[in-house]
């Protein structure tokens, strides 16, 4: 089944521990990206993927990392996470870079992230 | 800069009736639209992308419009079901990347609740 895969799905986290949150899909997509979406704001960016190595910032990157070593998996690394990063976070891939081909993106099921 | 407004934010209807959902747009130049129906704590899944040359476009019961010269889209959903509950994005694509930092920009959602 084709599928973006996000884990873990809830995590409760103390600020400064570090986390990853690891995003895979099984469609061979170019682009990959990171979304955090919060009540009233919608989703905003945070990295992006064109393809393996390229990496990019989106909207609001302060505090988050990310790494593109391999076509399918996209994780999202937080350095030492704060409580204003407590968040719902969605990992999405599309088939083409960039995603404004007349493709559909995929999102995974979700993370929800609270830091403490 | 390239904005998405949705209205209204929030809608609650009793199942059966209609209903329809607002786009407005001023990304340039543009791609495409697509419409996004996302469950309470699920990942958004496509319904329909449309593109500059398309004015409507239906998937089941949603119907989507698309007006390129007022720039703006609509989707119509008919005879609601206690299912069609969720929140449903508009997503904007610029071509190159005239949008967000990957040509993709989000609306903040319509807030749809059925009614039985």
């Known amino acids: 089944e084709a599928q973006v895969t996000q884990n873990p799905r809830y995590l409760i986290t103390v600020t400064g521990k570090k986390l990853t949150v690891t995003c895979s899909q099984n469609m061979n997509h170019e682009y990959m990206s990171w979304y955090r979406q919060d009540p009233g704001l919608g989703l905003r960016q945070i990295y992006y993927s064109m393809n393996v190595e390229v990496t990019d910032k989106g909207d609001v990157p302060e505090g988050y990392k990310v790494s593109r070593k391999e076509k399918r998996n996209f994780p999202l690394i937080l350095e030492s996470p704060s409580p204003n990063q407590t968040s719902l976070y969605f990992c999405?891939?599309?088939?083409?870079?960039?995603?404004?081909?007349?493709?559909?993106?995929?999102f995974g099921q979700g993370t929800r992230l609270t830091v403490v | 800069k390239n904005q998405v407004e949705q209205s209204p934010q929030s809608l609650i209807i009793l199942e059966g009736k209609n209903c329809t959902l607002q786009c407005n747009y001023t990304v340039s130049p543009f791609s495409n639209l697509r419409w996004y129906k996302q469950d309470t704590g699920r990942g958004p899944v496509s319904l329909t992308i449309?593109?500059?040359?398309?004015n409507t476009k239906s998937n089941g019961r949603y119907t989507a419009t698309l007006d390129a010269d007022t720039k703006q889209s609509s989707l119509h959903i008919t005879a609601s079901q206690l299912s069609d509950s969720a929140s449903y994005i508009c997503v904007v694509s610029a071509a190159g990347s005239g949008g967000g930092a990957d040509g993709l920009t989000f609306g903040k959602g319509t807030h749809l609740i059925i009614q039985p």
């Open positions: 999405a891939s599309s088939p083409y870079s960039p995603p404004s081909i007349n493709t559909e993106a995929f």
């Open positions: 449309m593109t500059f040359s398309e």
